[in-house]
């Protein structure tokens, strides 16, 4: 038997229980990339990796799979489809993707373009969110725009005047004062509105977002503001501008029970409206529709317990139930599933600058510098240490650190001394660590001790700027190297960033039963690329990174089959410059440059500079302001 396989790599970091048949790994141990699930055709993650390389684009980059996408968007109407005919559903299924989850202008277009033999639709959120789609994706035949968020009378009159472009705007009432404003703007523009209202129901969704759900979401009407919100409409001869009834209880529902039970009140509110106002004909299930990160199938936070199928099932099911007791027609069922549709696609890669490696115990220790008692106790608990009195000293050494610490700044111990018993300290609590290993038990103590026995991964990319969810919420994503899979990886270590915070650290990682506080990673070969794939990164990363640091938007590539069937870079959107990114904080790059110029010729006025070291200086200086914010390979 081979001491290591790819497919135990496969297993260690749960490659087929996350990666939704999109991701494995061939036998040269490279990560793979098989973009659509009806086809065979797969990308080498590493060579792909090597040969945007060889063309000038650095490292970080984002790759985006294209055929990914496609297959997310085929994969949810035809979930939705299937459930469909199995139920017998008179209604039909639309998705609405929205479009604050990944705003990017391929994506959007990809998703769009995907979704086009579905009649897809888009959902916004902004005035800048709708001025981008207004303009560019107007032509699916019937395609909704679905209007969310805060609406001012502008907002409004862009979302009506659509309307004259067949672009079928349906504007969703959060709040309640927003239907006076969208009938007087209609009213003042003449043209007839679709309108929607979002329920707020009582029952809360599950997970992390699980806030934006219950009577005290930030968003929607309850019960008795709907009804407000239809008297207001029939006391102006309007009620048949109502065609849709909205909720949305957060992003990434966990657990299938509670989408159900907010499935069922929602079906019933929507039946209760259906009798009062015949016109209402969308039943709009929101977002929530959630990702596997860590692919346990459980109810964890970056989980979820159910399928896509089962998903789809349980809202077409719940609706028809609810619609036949009441003798209601089945409504269109919309989804504004975006997470879905968009996280799998993109893969942010970044390679391994530097090691801090833990410290590995020695057999021995030199005898401290000086008769110092306290040291000399230091270094006989060293000495004595075995694993019948490991947890004992254990205790000895947290006590006598303290003691050390006050003889320090008391004057009893010099730097010598302090050094050494510092040096000490860590080899014992390293020894301690590597003994209680073959305790049958491991105290609790002794397990937090062995939190400190990483190794630190420093890789070339800002954890702010590319997974900011990791960062604020805690987010899990997989993360493991995308080579070297067919041999065993022996070190555990965690993984820093490029920022200048202790924040930017990721010590928590997948695990099928828990939360890894450890990610098996290979030993680096001095100095040979070793690099690391961050998966699953495609809902929301990107818009809510952030410039900590100035580290700038990474470069990203967007990868397809070209008509040969062989991956082709499709189109390449560079990352942030960092002439770009002091703009962005107004530092203007000739200014910099104009002061620049004055410091070198009062520099080489003086003599403190040569001209040899003012040209350098210079150079450097402007190449800098083109260059990528991260850092470049040698
Ligand atoms: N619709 C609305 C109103 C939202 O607020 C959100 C995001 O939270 C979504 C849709 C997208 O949700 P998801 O990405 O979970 O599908």
Redesign the pocket.
């Known amino acids: 038997m081979p001491e290591w396989s790819v497919s135990r790599s496969a297993e260690l970091y749960g490659i087929h229980s996350w990666g939704n048949g999109y991701v494995d790994i061939n036998d040269a141990g490279h990560v793979t990339i098989r973009p659509e699930s009806s086809s065979d055709r797969t990308i080498d993650l590493h060579e792909l990796v090597r040969s945007v390389e060889q063309r000038g684009i650095d490292l970080p980059v984002l790759f985006r799979f294209d055929g990914i996408i496609r297959d997310r968007v085929r994969r949810i109407n035809e979930a939705f489809g299937a459930a469909i005919t199995e139920a017998g559903y008179r209604g039909r299924y639309r998705l609405a993707y929205?479009v604050?989850?990944n705003q990017q202008r391929h994506v959007v277009d990809c998703v769009y373009e995907a979704g086009r033999e579905y009649g897809i639709g888009l959902?916004v959120g902004s005035k800048p969110e709708m001025l981008a789609v207004l303009a560019t994706h107007n032509n699916v035949a019937g395609g909704l725009l679905l209007c969310?968020g805060y609406k001012d009378a502008r907002y409004i009159e862009l979302a009506l005047l659509a309307r004259k472009l067949g672009i079928r705007s349906v504007i969703i009432v959060e709040q309640i004062y927003e239907i006076q404003t969208i009938l007087s703007v209609a009213e003042k523009l003449g043209i007839d509105a679709e309108i929607g209202v979002r329920f707020k129901p009582s029952r809360k969704g599950s997970g992390r977002?699980e806030a934006?759900g219950g009577e005290a979401a930030k968003f929607g009407l309850c019960s008795y503001q709907v009804l407000e919100a239809i008297d207001i409409l029939r006391n102006r001869d309007r009620l048949d501008w109502l065609k849709l009834l909205h909720f949305?209880i957060?992003?990434?529902i966990t657990s299938i029970g509670s989408l159900k039970r907010v499935l069922k009140e929602s079906a019933r509110m929507y039946a209760e409206i259906a009798k009062l106002c015949p016109s209402l004909c969308f039943f709009d299930v929101?977002?929530?529709?959630g990702v596997d990160y860590d692919g346990s199938r459980t109810n964890f936070e970056s989980s979820m317990n159910y399928t896509l199928e089962e998903y789809a099932r349980d809202v077409v099911w719940e609706t028809l139930e609810v619609c036949d007791e009441q003798g209601i027609k089945h409504p269109d069922i919309i989804s504004?599933?975006?997470?879905?549709t968009v996280a799998h696609h993109a893969v942010l890669v970044t390679e391994v600058m530097e090691v801090a490696p833990v410290i590995e115990p020695r057999p021995s220790l030199e005898k401290p510098p000086t008769d110092n008692e306290t040291l000399e106790d230091l270094h006989t608990l060293y000495e004595e240490l075995t694993i019948k009195n490991c947890h004992e000293t254990y205790n000895d050494a947290v006590s006598l650190r303290e003691d050390i610490l006050q003889a320090f700044n008391q004057g009893d111990l010099n730097l010598a001394e302090r050094a050494y018993a510092d040096r000490v300290l860590r080899q014992l609590f390293a020894k301690i660590n590597a003994v209680s290993k073959e305790l049958k038990y491991v105290p609790e103590d002794l397990e937090r001790l062995d939190l400190n026995f990483r190794d630190t991964y420093f890789c070339n990319f800002s954890i702010f700027q590319s997974l900011p969810d990791s960062w604020a919420i805690d987010h899990l994503f997989p993360i493991l190297p995308i080579h070297r899979l067919e041999t065993k990886p022996t070190r555990r270590a965690i993984i820093a960033d490029l920022t200048c915070d202790s924040d930017g650290t990721i010590d928590r990682f997948i695990d099928l039963k828990s939360v890894r506080r450890f990610l098996m990673l290979h030993e680096t070969n001095g100095g040979a690329p070793y690099h690391l794939g961050i998966f699953l990164v495609g809902?929301y990363q990107e818009i809510l990174g952030d410039l900590h640091n100035l580290f700038g938007d990474t470069n990203a590539v967007h990868v397809d089959f070209d008509e040969r069937g062989k991956p082709a870079v499709r189109s390449l959107v560079e990352g942030d410059t960092v002439r770009e990114v002091l703009g962005f904080v107004q530092f203007e790059p000739q200014e910099l440059l104009d002061r620049l110029h004055t410091s070198i010729e009062r520099a080489l006025g003086e003599g403190t500079l040569t001209r040899e070291e003012a040209v350098m200086l210079e150079r450097q200086f402007r190449e800098g302001l083109e260059g990528y914010t991260y850092l470049l390979a040698e």
């Not at 929101?286 to 529709?289: A, W």
């Not at 504004?336 to 879905?340: P, T």
Request: glycine letters at 24%; hydrophobic letters at 25%.
């Open positions: 929205p604050k989850v959902e969310n977002w934006s949305h957060g992003s990434q929101g977002g929530g529709l504004e599933s975006g997470r879905a809902a």
